[in-house]
C-alpha cells in the first residue's frame, strides 16, 4: 500500500509547476528588397516553446534564465544584424522593422523589454538608436505602448538633434492625441523643432 506522505509529497510538488514560454527562431524568411540595389535577408522567424519549470525559489532557471535566455541574444543579434548597412527613409519600411514585427506575432511584451535594452545599452551609438525608433514609430502606437512612448519620450532629451527630431516624428506619425502629453509642456530645442511639435499637438 502507497504510503499516504508520499502521495501528499508528490501532489504539492506537482503543483509547483508552471508553463514557461520561450521564443526560438527556427526558419529563415524571405528576402526584402529594399531598393532596386539592395536586397535584403531577414533573420528567422520565431516559434514558441512551451517547457514546464519548477517554481520553488531555490529553482536556478528563476534567478539566470532571463539573464542568459538564448531567445533574448538571438533576437538582439538578429536586430543588430538587421542594421548593417540598413538605411531607410521616414516612411520606408526597413529590414529592422520586418525583423521586430516577425517577434511581435510571436510575444509583444518581451520584444519590447528587449528593444528597451538595446535603447539602454546603445545610447552613444545615433544610427542604431535612429533605427530603434523608426521602428517603433512604424509598429502599432496602441499595442506596442508603453515601451515605445518611453524610447521617444527619453529621445528627446537626446544630445543628438537627429535623433530629438526623429523622436517628434514618431509623435506625429502616431496620431494619437493622448500621446501628446509627453509634449506639450516640454520646450525643444532649436526653434524650428519647437514649431514642428507645435504644429501637430495644437
Known sequence: MANPSSSIRNSLDSSKLRSRVSFGSASILPGVVQSENTVAEILSEPSVQFDSVASG??????????????????????????????????????????????WIDKGVFQVQLWLAEVYLENQADTDTLMALLKVVMHVDPKDFAPANRMVALASLSHASLEVRECAVRCYEYWECPEFYTDLANRSLEPAWLEEYKNSFIN
Not at 542594421?83 to 516577425?102: C, H, Q
Open 57 to 102: 525559489t531555490n529553482s536556478p532557471m528563476l534567478t539566470s534564465e532571463k539573464s542568459i535566455s538564448p531567445d533574448r541574444l538571438k533576437f538582439k543579434k538578429g536586430f543588430r544584424d538587421c542594421l548593417i548597412g540598413d538605411y531607410s527613409d521616414y516612411g520606408t519600411k526597413s529590414m529592422a522593422e520586418v525583423f521586430v514585427e516577425n
